[in-house]
């Protein structure tokens, strides 16, 4: 028997994607985001004015909100780093005895 007659007749298999193993990653990753592009523009141009704007608000306000996330975290790593050198600083000239020579 081959593997068509144990297949029901109503049931496809998927279509199976092939990746090249050599392929540079960053190419597919580029085109995947363009095709996303392209499907967010369709899905756009295809809205009445109004929830165009509604759209463009909403993307403003979670663009912003995820930058000042971003810079929050920043911050918090300035903060850190900062407070590990005075740290280190407090041991070196308090607790590290001191070598001769």
């Known amino acids: 028997m081959s593997p068509s007659e144990y297949q029901e007749p109503d049931i496809k298999t998927p279509p199976v994607e092939v990746v090249d193993p050599n392929g540079d990653p960053s190419e597919t990753v580029v085109a995947q985001l363009k095709q996303y592009w392209l499907q967010f523009q369709r899905w756009f141009d295809t809205l009445p004015v109004v929830a165009k704007g509604a759209v463009v608000i909403a ?36 607790l590290k005895p001191n070598t001769p020579g």
Not at 70 to 88: D, Q, R, T
Request: charged letters at 5%; aromatic letters at 12%.
């Open 59 to 94: 993307l403003v306000f979670v663009s912003l909100s995820i930058l000042t996330k971003v810079l929050h975290l920043v911050a918090s790593l300035i903060s850190v780093g900062i407070s590990a050198l005075l740290l280190y600083g407090l041991y070196r000239i308090f």
